[in-house]
């Protein structure tokens, strides 16, 4: 079945760094990826969905120069947390799309971000 | 994208089969229903997803009534590592549909 990696697995930095995690698909060719978050128990939040080759499209309330994100290739998106705080420690997990008739999504393992 | 409600948690005894009900009652006809789940600190796996037959893969069977208006998730006999979070979405399948999760159901496989 269709891979997606992340990396890192988990990330601890401290509040005004930027941290940036990598998305790769790595058995097929992504045509659009999505950014979500989770909050301990709590549900996946989509932030922003990107196409290769253009500008990502983020979710209401979520600041696009904070979360910068990349999806330069067909098999790789970055997001970049920009001065990262405390309140953006999360779990960050992406999926990738190869299109298709079902456009189904494949997720990565997730990152652990914790901002001291 | 129709919203789903589903149980916040169940229990289920290891080897039985475990029954996860949605319910959709307001899905579009062109709208598919679609699990996943989701165990503790991973992302979400793809488990099955249908329109209108029931389906069956080698993890579940999708049982999704006459109207449309609620599905049955199956797995047949549960094991421990079947403890879970199970969501069931319910969206339209064309390029660049995102996936919007709602609460899902906590399964816990007990021995």
Known sequence: ?116 | DAKTTQPPSMDCAEGRAANLPCNHSTISGNEYVYWYRQIHSQGPQYIIHGLKNNETNEMASLIITEDRKSSTLILPHATLRDTAVYYCIVRVVNAGNMLTFGGGTRLMVKP
């Open chain 1, 1 to 116: 079945g269709a891979v997606v990696s992340q990396h890192p697995s988990r990330v601890i930095c401290k509040s005004g760094t930027s941290v940036k995690i990598e998305c790769r698909s790595l058995d097929f060719q992504a045509t659009t990826m999505f950014w979500y978050r989770q909050f301990p128990k709590q549900s996946l939040m989509l932030m922003a969905t990107s196409n290769e080759g253009s500008k990502a499209t983020y979710e209401q309330g979520v600041e696009k120069d904070k979360f910068l994100i990349n999806h330069a290739s067909l098999t790789l998106s970055t997001l970049t947390v920009t001065s990262a705080h405390p309140e953006d420690s999360s779990f960050y997990i992406c999926s990738a799309s190869e299109g298709g008739r079902y456009n189904e999504q494949f997720f990565g393992p997730g990152t652990r971000l914790t901002v001291l």
